[in-house]
Every structure is written in structure tokens, then in C-alpha cells.
């Protein structure tokens, strides 16, 4: 190793013999520790807030753990704002976060990393990729992420707890009740088995102070059409009709759950009927209700749903334990850092593929083991990893995490490098390049194999030496000669619970 500055861009001096690929102005306070300065941005329908934490990463062999959490400051929660068209109020949110900024004594300049989250209602909005936008001079540093329903319903039940809690074996529902939908997933052996997303919100209708109706989405109208009600925008909605409507959408909830809830009420394939959850751990907005933690009145249905989904459950015998942060479960600023070297042995072409920022990645189940690999399974593997999070939509790239075992021999290597390009056809089908990342020593190979038998004409990129999971995103350095290395940044969305359980602090709550 080479003493001094390797030859990748932005990346610090080789200190005791290791490369700190710093994009942004971390600290270094000594060589086995890390210190960043995060921040996490929600934007849903219903309500936005942000939250900033100070990370601590330690190194633990050859990558970085987070070792402590602190929070520094968390914002009041606003409501989303929107315009009279419906769309969000890109100027309003502006100025709701310089206001953070500037009570948090937080600039820009002093952050880090971190994430931007835009979920529910609020991603259909014509305007929600603008939103992105008001972070653009910060975009290096932040994974901006818009949040799908599988994607959503995945965040949920890893921020809310229910995740952690099926550790032990049993079967842990998560409902996530937001202003447009709700997400459902059941949780067992620290795994999703499965999720939906049900068209029921608290503000599907939302009133002013003399009950007069001010906001009306479209599922709000054709829930109220099922129940026999004409609504329209300045009608009278008072308790009465509040308590029937927010019944109706109970209803919905514990239909979806049972497994029998009509598609035209769902957002996504249903849940499997016959299955009892042990316990239930609510998250979302409507949350903060049921745990006792607000009564503040919104105009919306919270106080009313809340109530309702209450009694559902006691009815039902089904436990309610306590959650994690609820309203904030998918707050996804205290993303974790941790930084990497890639083996030698990587390949990417064109010269100028590298670098790439912010990729998102998947890790789909690929038993790559055998001693004849399946083009087609390996294909519809990766096309389902890509609908779990919303990423099959093309525009943006994608890297895939691959565990290869066995020899690499010709057709081995030719049959995984084409169930790859099968299933990531919806991502490269545009032009976006071919990123895969290996944790056994097969990057070059594989990228060659690609290049040489003229599979696509895409950029491709490969590495090895870097161990992923599902929900990071990394960045990719420029090749540093003096090693045929490239520097790697895994940024792993972090959830308070996987935390608490994994270091047993008490402090993990960002």
C-alpha cells in the first residue's frame, strides 16, 4: 500500500495501511472510529418531520458497526402541505426545514448523510419526484427514496418493531395505519412472510373546525358512496357520520388481515387466509391514538379509527405490544455508514462507469450452489426482489448482492451472468448499467464473461469483497491503481429496534 493520496476523488490519505472514503466531512477521531452527523426527512400524506442524529461506527474486522446513536434534535410533525390542485407545497416544506435547520443549529454543511422518504398518498401526488429537488445541492449525501407499498409496508414493519419481535418465533402482525393507507405485514423468525396495503387512511376525509369537509381523496368518495353517503367538498361531516366511516375502514383492516378483503380495497396481492398473529404491534400516524400518546384533533379520522381498531383487536384476543417511535417508525435519517474495500479483482467498463452514488440493492434468493444453475429461477428471483421494493420500474440503477459457491466454470458463470440480465431487464432496459456485487471472489470474472460473450450492451460494473443486505445503498469509488481496489460505502437503513436488539442500548431511538 502506497503511503499518501490514492487516486480516487474524495477519498482521505491510506491511514495505517486502510483507505476512509469520505465524501462528506465525517470525523475521524481515531483509526477504528467514525463519527457522522445524519439526518432523516418524512414526507407522507398525512404529516412531515425530520430528525438529526449523531452515529458512532466502530470497526469490527473489515467493515464498520454502528457501535452508538444519539439524537440530536427532532422536529415538531407538520402536516403535509399541500395546494389547492392537491399537489404538495414544495415552497411551505422549504420553508419548514430551513426552520429546522436553523433550530437544530444544523447546517447542510455540517450533515453527513442521510435519507429523504416520501410514502403513502404523498408519492401519487403529480409533483412528488420535485420534491426531491428541495435536497438537489445536497444529493451526494442523501439516499432519496420514494417509497412504494411494498417498500413501505418492508420500512414499516422493521421501524415499528414487529421485525425484532418475531425473533423469538412468533407470529407478529404490524399494521401501519398512515392518512391514506394502510400497510399490514406479518413478521416470524425476524423475517416478512408477508404484506399488503389497504386503500384506508384517517384523512381520506378531512374536516374544518365546523365539520365542513376540506379535503376529500378518492378512496374517501368511494367509501363513503359504499356506505350510502353523498360527500362533496363543503358538506357537513360531523361525529356521527365520522364514527360510521371510521368503522368501515376497521372493517377493511381486519378483512385485509383475515386474508379476505376484495382487490378492489388493496394495493397489493393479499395475506394468506387461516394464519393468527401472536401479537400485533401498530405504527403511523393514527398509532400515536392507540397507544395513548395524542389526542389532539386534526379534523381528520384518527381518534375515530384508532378507537375502532382497538376494539377490533380486544375482541379478537390479539395482544397489542408496545412499538418503537410509531409515528417516526419510518424515519430513516440514522442510516448507518459502513465503510469497505472491495477485493482486486473488479471489473468495470466503459473508463468512465465509476463512480456511481446511491445505488439501491437487492438480495434475492439465489441458491447459487448447484452444479447447474437455473437461467430461469435465477431470472424470476431477481424479478420479484425488484417488486418487493418498488425498484422495477427503471429509473434508476440497481446492483445486486450475490453469494456465488461452487466453481466457476464456464457455464456456471454464463448462466448466472444471463438469469441476471433476465431478471434485471425492467432496470437495464433503459440504458442503466449492470452492477453486481459478490462476496466471494468472482467480480472480474463475472464482468468479463458479460463483456467478452457480448451479453448486453450496457456499462457494467463489478466488484467483490463486499458483503450486502437487503435496504443498502452504496457508493462506488474510482479504482485506486496502486491496488486494483475500489472503495465502497455501504448506507444501511438503520431501524431502532434491529438496533436496540443488536447492541442493547437504550439510546437507539433516532
Known sequence: ?????????????????????????????EEDEIRLISVGVDIGSSTAHMLFSRITLER??????VSEREVLYQSEIILTPYLQNGDIDPQALRAFFDEVYRKSGLSPDKVDTGAL????????RQNARAIGALFADEAGKFVAVSAGDSLEALMSAHGS????????????????????????????????????AVEAGARLIVTDKE???????????????SLGMKLQIGAVFDAQAKEEFAGALSNRIMAAIEGHLAEDWRRLPGLPQGLTPDAVIFSGGVSEYIYGNSVQDFGDLGPQLAGCLKIGFEMAGTPILPHFDGIRAT??????????LSGSTVYFDPADALPVTNIATICPDLSLDAAELDVDNISLQIRMALRQLGLDTGDRPVAIALKWAGSATYHRLDALARGLIAGLGPVLQDGQPLIMVAQSDIGGLLGIHCRENALLPNPVISIDGISLGALDFIDIGEVILSTGSVPVVVKSLVFPAETAVATGRSNDKS
Do not use: W
Open 117 to 124: 422518504i416520501l410514502t403513502g398518498v404523498a408519492v401519487r
Open 211 to 225: 365539520d365542513r369537509i376540506v379535503r376529500l381523496e378518492e378512496f374517501g368518495e368511494k367509501t363513503a358512496q
Open 161 to 196: 418493531g414487529a421485525v425484532a419481535a418475531s425473533n423469538d418465533g412468533r407470529l407478529i402482525l404490524n399494521v401501519d395505519i398512515g392518512g391514506g393507507t394502510t400497510k399490514i405485514s406479518l413478521c416470524k423468525g425476524g423475517e416478512i412472510l408477508h404484506s399488503t
Open 60 to 65: 469490527l474486522d473489515t467493515k464498520y458497526v
Open 331 to 340: 424515519v430513516l435519517g440514522a442510516s448507518q455508514y459502513s465503510v469497505q
Open 1 to 29: 500500500m502506497i503511503e499518501g493520496k490514492p487516486d480516487v476523488e474524495n477519498a482521505a490519505p491510506v491511514i495505517g495501511g486502510r483507505i476512509y472514503f469520505s465524501g462528506a466531512s465525517r470525523s475521524l477521531v
